[in-house]
């Protein structure tokens, strides 16, 4: 089955620098893999998803890529802020049959002011 | 809409006895999703369910577990008996497709068992 690895667990930046996040994942047949936050105490959120058809994706200061041949994906975060400090899970799809997402294990972000 | 619904929020319970959790997924969604999270093993999917149907529950931990949707509207996930271990925060998340698509959280419950 697919298992999907995340570094690193914990992540602390100064406000305004930008933050990466790296996943790997081990099914070459997956093809949809969603980024989510989760804030102390609330539940997980997607903030952006990407397709095995495209090889980036960007939401104003959020962007994805995506390296089929590497089996790899990344979050990056630009100019960050306070509010960005979260848990973020990368996640992925088997490339058939019905949605199983498999999470990584999660990035602790700290964003100090 | 509401969103995904859990009940309780949160439970605490003595070791043996029978835990059941609850879940209202989003109006129309035909997917469910139950997760548990924990420190050590971050989220681990446990069961899903399409039109309410059992899919894969290869990730339920052992037969102490067990987990329903009777309709499209409600899903119940059963621990007996419940032990220590047990204790995590319990996540039901809904889609509106069968893929590739945004998975909706409720709120979770979270599990203690002395």
């Known amino acids: 089955g697919e298992n999907v690895e995340q570094h690193p667990s914990t992540l602390s930046v100064q406000e305004g620098d930008s933050a990466v996040i790296k996943c790997t994942y081990s099914d070459s047949a997956s093809n949809y893999f969603p980024w989510y936050k989760q804030e102390l105490g609330k539940r997980p959120q997607l903030i952006i998803d990407i397709r095995s058809n495209v090889g980036e994706k960007k939401d104003q200061r959020i962007a994805v890529t995506l390296n089929k041949t590497a089996k790899h994906f990344s979050l990056h975060i630009t100019e960050t802020q306070p509010e960005d400090s979260a848990v973020y899970f990368c996640a992925a799809t088997p490339g058939t049959g019905f949605q199983k997402l498999v999470f990584g294990t999660g990035t602790r972000l700290l964003v100090s002011p | 809409d509401a969103g995904v619904i859990q009940s309780p929020r949160h439970e605490v319970t003595e070791m043996g006895q029978e835990v059941t959790l609850r879940c209202k997924p989003i109006s129309g969604h035909n997917s469910l999703f139950w997760y548990r999270q924990t420190m050590m093993r971050g989220l681990e999917l446990l069961i899903y369910?399409?039109?309410?149907?059992?899919?894969?529950d290869s990730g339920m931990p052992e037969d102490r577990f067990s987990a329903k949707m009777p309709n499209a509207s409600f899903s119940t996930l059963k621990i007996q008996p419940s032990e220590p271990r047990d204790s995590a925060v319990y996540f039901c998340?809904?889609?509106?497709?069968?893929?590739?698509?945004?998975?909706?959280f409720g709120q979770g419950t979270r599990l203690t068992v002395v």
């Open positions: 369910f399409n039109n309410n149907v059992p899919i894969d």
């Open positions: 998340a809904s889609t509106p497709f069968d893929r590739d698509t945004e998975a909706f």
